[in-house]
């Protein structure tokens, strides 16, 4: 069973540039999840969706950071504009039934 | 709000010295305790689940034990391959999961 998938791996942006991930979710995992995941830190939930429905997004900088998840497979996330603050590793995950998430390999995204 | 702690933040170990990490946390609801393996460069790698005190999971080298206030994982003659950063997380009855900072573990030769 093929895991979940995210590109890029790494990005690197100026402050105040746009920038965009993806991430392809295990197959019949209906929840999807993106983290921000912090130098230091264990992975922080910014959204949660239920085939194309948001769940949970109390996290989630709105002025900032959108995503959507179309068809309720692939999902993107979104920073416009990006802060030197939100260099960090964006993780992806997914689940058959809300209980284990499986997460992808990450987007390392720095900010200068 | 839901709370991990995790300790101690990084652990130096010879091969075949055995520790155990610790997770302490605070939830409201605990639906499931659950260990992750996180390698540089990596996603974390799903481990174990609890789901109630006095549970046990074992796997290779590593055991998992619950508590109502804290987990711990204890991991046995490491080798140098089970070198790697160790997530606690609980799920609440929201099915939120929140993490603990890890606990980085380096198993010397």
């Known amino acids: 069973e093929a895991g979940v998938a995210q590109s890029p791996r790494y990005k690197i942006i100026e402050k105040r540039q746009s920038v965009a991930f993806w991430c392809n979710p295990i197959s019949g995992h209906a929840t999807l999840y993106w983290y921000q995941q912090i130098l230091g830190q264990g992975p922080k939930l910014l959204i949660q969706?239920?085939?194309?429905?948001?769940?949970?997004d109390s996290q989630l900088p709105k002025d900032r950071f959108s995503a959507e998840r179309l068809k309720g497979v692939d999902s993107t996330l979104k920073i416009q504009p990006a802060k030197l603050e939100d260099s960090a590793v964006y993780l992806c995950a997914s689940s058959r039934d809300r209980a284990t998430e499986y997460f992808g390999p990450g987007t390392r995204l720095t900010v200068t | 709000e839901d709370q991990v702690t995790q300790s101690p933040e990084a652990l130096r170990l010879q091969e075949g010295e055995s520790s155990s990490l610790n997770c302490s946390y605070t939830v409201s609801g605990l639906r499931g305790l659950f260990w992750y393996r996180q390698d540089p460069g990596k996603g974390p790698e799903f481990l174990f689940t609890l789901y109630s005190a006095g549970e046990e999971k074992e796997k290779e080298r590593l055991k998992a034990t619950l508590t109502k206030k804290e987990s711990f994982l204890h991991i046995t003659a490491p080798k140098p391959e089970d070198s790697a950063t160790y997530l606690c997380?609980?799920?609440?009855?929201?099915?939120?999961?929140?993490f603990g900072a890890g606990t980085t573990v380096t198993v010397r030769a």
């Open positions: 969706f239920q085939n194309n429905g948001v769940v949970d």
């Open positions: 997380a609980v799920q609440a009855n929201d099915y939120k999961l929140s």
